[in-house]
């Protein structure tokens, strides 16, 4: 069956530190992966997805980025985080169509 | 509007009641649908999940979808307090998912 996790569960950082936050997925292979945030009290923003290795599509212009070094491995980046970047951010992957599987989420505080 | 409106709540209902939670749509090109459970600080987890208008039941839970009104429905029978968590619809074309804002349910004992 497949899994997915996600990683660290909590951050806390200063505003201008950098941010990286890892998402790998077992049990299957070339997913669709995506980055969401949800802030508290609201819906989910999509951030960005990728379909492939290398390749990322980025949903709102921000102060983040996205990478997609291995075929199960997402990764979501800043170089220097801002008081908004706060809030829970969930990797999730899907079938190339079809319902989408979360991962824990990741608990990011911006100080 | 909004794509997809669901009431934010929040539903507090007494242990053993019936659940009606709603989603409406404008975008009736969607073809999945989906509902979502998320408890406090935790990923949301797949509930149900249906392609055709109709119900389908799991259990304590029934999805119903009506494409002609464009709304979503998901009925929970006999709630427990476990089942106190925020719920959010989900639909999606092709690629394209888009999520309902969540409505936060409570199940008193």
């Known amino acids: 069956s497949q899994t997915i996790h996600q990683w660290p569960a909590t951050l806390v950082q200063p505003v201008g530190s950098p941010l990286s936050l890892e998402c790998t997925v077992e049990?299957?292979?070339?997913?669709?992966l995506y980055w969401y945030r949800q802030a508290a009290g609201r819906g989910l923003q999509l951030l960005f997805y990728s379909v492939g290795i290398g390749q990322i599509s980025s949903e709102v212009p921000q102060n983040l980025s996205a990478s997609r070094p291995q075929d199960r491995q997402f990764i979501l980046s800043s170089k220097k985080l801002l008081l908004s970047d706060s809030g829970f951010y969930l990797c999730?992957?899907?079938?190339?169509?079809?319902?989408?599987?979360f991962g824990e989420g990741s608990r990011l505080t911006v100080l | 509007q909004k794509e997809v409106e669901q009431d934010p709540g929040p539903l507090s209902v007494p242990e053993g009641a019936i659940v009606s939670l709603n989603c409406t749509y404008s975008n009736s090109a969607f073809q999945y649908f989906m509902w979502y459970r998320q408890y406090s600080r935790k990923g949301p987890e797949l509930l149900m999940y249906t392609y055709s208008s109709g119900n389908k039941e799991d259990g304590r839970f029934t999805a119903q979808v009506d494409k002609s009104s464009k709304y979503i429905s998901l009925f929970i029978r006999d709630s427990q307090p476990s089942d106190s968590a925020t719920y959010l619809c989900a639909m999606t074309l092709l690629r394209d998912m888009r999520f309902g804002a969540g409505t936060r349910l409570t199940v008193k004992p």
């Open positions: 999730a992957w899907r079938p190339h169509t079809g319902e989408l599987f």
């Open positions: 049990g299957t292979s070339n997913p669709n």
